[in-house]
């Protein structure tokens, strides 16, 4: 299905938060927001998708 | 001869902080640029951010780098427009790094990049309700200040000068009513700093901390103005507790006059 991932178009095949991360290659350390709600690294598991979902990925970055 | 400060005397929602300077991480020529400018001054906090990044990126590594820093991470919500926006950043930011504090960052303008105190406040009653411990960003309007604390913040933030503007205390009596109206509220003069002499002339005139970025991220050798700023801060702490003189607008001769010879 084709999802919305950090404001860029995907097709994916994962059908929960958890699986799209693994599909990605995320292996370090992100937090996850699904259509602009935040979702604890203990829900992913449970976090099914839908076509035209939006999934934001962030990740440490230097700020000021 | 006193001790040259270093712990903040007031604690930050229950920690004292190891140095009064609170540093950014954004801007460094290099990671090995940032990471001395942390060691050779001894800032007591780091800022950090979210952002969207693909797998296998440096965000990993960067984090890896700052943990080693073994300083105390602040992470912003820099960016940020409304409240909505703030907390979930915020949420995404305690899990990634761990703590329950976050710089509250609403943005109100894209020029000033001057806080939104109406989102901020309300942004900062619901994360306080969440258990966050929030360091908002705001302006030194005393009314702004009155319904953070309201709303349960227990810090304040109060810019200098607009963000990387390296302009100072561009409102040094607002600064000033605001210590004096909160004396026990940990302050921080957040944003504007440019010169280690804004840092002391904060910190002389009572506030905690001070939390800079580009001031040193953009000096032409960032180490050396990021141990100069850590000097400030502590220049400026000792001559605040040694109780400074009042200023005056007429000259007072300080070499005594008894004695003086008659050449005239």
């Not at chain 2, 903040?8 to 940032?34: D, N, R």
């Not at chain 2, 220049?235 to 004695?259: W, Y």
Request: with cysteine.
């Amino acid at each position: 299905m084709q999802l919305v991932i950090n404001g860029t178009a995907t097709e994916v095949a994962a059908m929960t938060l958890a699986d799209l991360l693994t599909e990605l290659g995320h292996i370090g350390t992100v937090a996850t927001a699904l259509n602009e709600s935040f979702v604890p690294v203990g829900a992913r598991a449970g976090q099914t998708l839908s076509p035209g979902d939006r999934i934001e990925i962030l990740a440490p970055m230097q700020g000021g | 001869m006193p001790d040259t400060p270093t712990a903040t005397a007031k604690p930050f929602y229950g920690t004292v902080l190891s140095h009064p300077l609170m540093l950014g991480t954004a801007q460094y020529p290099s990671p090995a640029i940032l990471a001395e400018a942390f060691r050779a001054s001894g800032a007591g906090v780091a800022t950090v951010s979210l952002r969207r990044e693909g797998a296998g990126g440096a965000g990993q590594t960067f984090w890896a780098m700052i943990r080693d820093l073994e300083v105390a991470v602040l992470p912003n919500t820099a960016g940020c427009h409304s409240a909505k926006e703030a907390i979930t950043t915020a949420q995404m930011a305690r899990e990634v790094f761990e703590t329950d504090w976050i710089k509250l960052e609403v943005i109100g303008n894209t020029d000033t990049l001057q806080p939104d105190v109406f989102e901020l406040v309300e942004a900062t009653r619901i994360l306080t309700g969440e258990g966050f411990k929030v360091f908002p960003y705001c302006t030194e309007d005393l009314v702004v200040a009155e319904k953070l604390l309201a709303a349960g913040a227990e810090v304040l933030m109060p810019w200098g000068a607009p963000i990387g503007t390296g302009l100072g205390l561009n409102n040094p009596y607002g600064l000033r009513t605001l210590r004096a109206r909160f004396p026990d509220i940990p302050m921080v003069v957040d944003a504007g700093i440019g010169l280690p002499s804004h840092a002391a002339a904060a910190m002389e005139i009572g506030y905690d901390a001070v939390l800079l970025n580009t001031a040193v991220a953009k000096a032409g050798d960032p180490v050396a103005m990021a141990v100069a700023m850590a000097r400030a801060t502590e220049a400026g702490a000792l001559a605040q507790a040694a109780d400074p003189m009042e200023a005056r607008d007429m000259a007072a001769a300080s070499t005594p006059v008894i004695g003086q010879a008659f050449l005239s």
